[in-house]
């Protein structure tokens, strides 16, 4: 259902277009990391899928399960809280690794929060947390990268840019791009798995600004 009512309302407030490396799938049981700019990412990343198919459960800050109606839908549908440095947090981690090994798709942004940076710019992916290495450590997961790139045209900055951002969309509607990559089997050890994740997601956003004629994003 959330991932329905994201491919209707995303179109309200932006211009998105998909696009997929050859041999890009979803086999069940995969863990799909994207990178993470703007509150926007998740309705965008979520509707990007569910036009190729996939209908993942998102790993998610808890904070949003307190907002009326959508904390309920989550909750039915079965997405998966992260209270950040709290010590539930690891519980999060086990509810993922039990949706992935019944064949879920669960999606999760490895850097772990947003970038600082105030203007709509781009912004390349930060450093990846430990919790997508330590899910496919326990799963073997495949993982497939997704870049995503256009959302801080909707939604950046303070929180008086970011409501005016999302005001002023529907007349905008700024052009956002999402490139799925194809599936990754991360081996190794943390660090390892860590890097080729992260540089595997960085390719997908280079992608994905690259439709969005980002030359400034490239370089980053």
């Not at 086999?27 to 965008?44: F, M, Y």
């Not at 209908?55 to 079965?78: C, D, F, Q, S």
């Not at 929060?113 to 330590?134: H, I, N, V, Y």
Request: net charge positive; proline share 7%.
């Amino acid at each position: 259902m959330l991932s329905r009512i994201a491919d209707t309302l995303v179109p309200t407030f932006g211009r998105l277009s998909v696009t997929a490396d050859p041999g890009a799938e979803f086999a069940p049981g995969t863990l799909i990391v994207a990178n993470h700019t703007s509150l926007a990412d998740p309705a965008v990343v979520l509707a990007a899928l569910y036009r190729l198919g996939a209908e993942p459960l998102i790993m998610a800050a808890a904070g949003l399960w307190r907002t009326p109606l959508l904390g309920r839908v989550l909750t039915r549908e079965g997405h998966i809280p992260v209270h950040r440095g709290d010590r539930r947090a690891a519980a999060a981690l086990d509810t993922a690794a039990r949706q992935l090994e019944q064949g879920r798709l669960v999606l999760i942004y490895a850097e772990g929060g947003l970038p600082r940076r105030k203007d709509a710019a781009e912004a390349a992916p930060g450093t990846f947390r430990s919790g997508m290495s330590r899910l496919v450590e326990r799963t073997n997961s495949p993982v497939v990268p997704v870049g995503q790139a256009g959302t801080r045209r909707v939604t950046s900055g303070s929180i008086a840019k970011q409501l005016s951002g999302l005001a002023t969309a529907p007349l905008r509607r700024p052009t956002l791009h999402v490139h799925v990559g194809a599936p990754l089997e991360l081996a190794g050890n943390h660090g390892g798995r860590t890097t080729k994740a992260r540089t595997a997601v960085t390719a997908a956003w280079r992608t994905a600004a690259a439709h969005l004629g980002e030359p400034a994003a490239l370089a980053a």
